[in-house]
T-cell receptor, first 112, second 116 residues
Framework: GENVEQHPSTLSVQEGDSAVIKCTYS??????FPWYKQELGKGPQLIID?????GEKKDQRIAVTLNKTAKHFSLHITETQPEDSAVYFC???????????FGKGTRLSVIA | GAVVSQHPSWVICKSGTSVKIECRSL??????MFWYRQFPKQSLMLMAT?????????EQGVEKDKFLINHASLTLSTLTVTSAHPEDSSFYIC????????????FGSGTRLTVV
């Protein structure tokens, strides 16, 4: 089955700097890659996603890139702010309406 | 986007009692719901997949008689933790599947269960 690896597990950046989180997946049939932000005591919230027919997607300060050949995708957050501090999860989906396969998460701390 | 309401947000119960967690899709019909369990500082662990009108499919190692899932309508799925024990204390989260014609799995806000 699909396996998703996520790195790093923790990341500290200065406010205003960029943060990059990387994920790799194993199943070349995976075609949908969402990123979730989870704040303490809350459920995960979708922040951006990308489908396999797209190489890059951007939404304001957040961008995701996908390299299908290498089977990896990355989350880029620019101009980080303290409110970006949270746990971020990447995920992969092989086919519609099956469970997402999650990475282990990255705890991002933005230091003011 | 989709709205999923999960209740309660937290609950404390005594060992041996049962607790029901509700997950409602407020603006669309959810034929599939996923239930997860999350331990502190860990990722989400899939417990089961519930489909409206049929029995849930449980992941290996999850006791189906302990974690009862009901998905009797397209807007409501429930997880009942029966005869709860302290080791069942955890954060439980529901999620929709891809029901809206687009891929947009939406998560509930989670339920913190503490068994004393």
């Amino acid at each position: 089955g699909e396996n998703v690896e996520q790195h790093p597990s923790t990341l500290s950046v200065q406010e205003g700097d960029s943060a990059v989180i990387k994920c790799t997946y194993s199943d070349s049939a995976s075609n949908y890659f969402p990123w979730y932000k989870q704040e303490l005591g809350k459920g995960p919230q979708l922040i951006i996603d990308i489908r396999s027919n797209v190489g890059e997607k951007k939404d304001q300060r957040i961008a995701v890139t996908l390299n299908k050949t290498a089977k990896h995708f990355s989350l880029h957050i620019t101009e980080t702010q303290p409110e970006d501090s949270a746990v971020y999860f990447c995920a992969a989906l092989v086919s519609g309406n099956t469970p997402l396969v999650f990475g282990k998460g990255t705890r991002l701390s933005v230091i003011a | 986007g989709a709205v999923v309401s999960q209740h309660p947000s937290w609950v404390i119960c005594k060992s041996g009692t049962s607790v029901k967690i509700e997950c409602r899709s407020l603006d669309f019909q959810a034929t599939t719901m996923f239930w997860y369990r999350q331990f502190p500082k860990q990722s989400l662990m899939l417990m089961a997949t519930s489909n409206e009108g049929s029995k849930a499919t449980y992941e290996q190692g999850v006791e189906k008689d302990k974690f009862l899932i009901n998905h009797a309508s397209l807007t409501l799925s429930t997880l009942t933790v029966t005869s709860a024990h302290p080791e069942d204390s955890s954060f439980y989260i529901c999620s929709t599947g891809a029901d809206r014609g687009s891929l947009g799995y939406t998560f509930g806000s989670g339920t913190r269960l503490t068994v004393v």
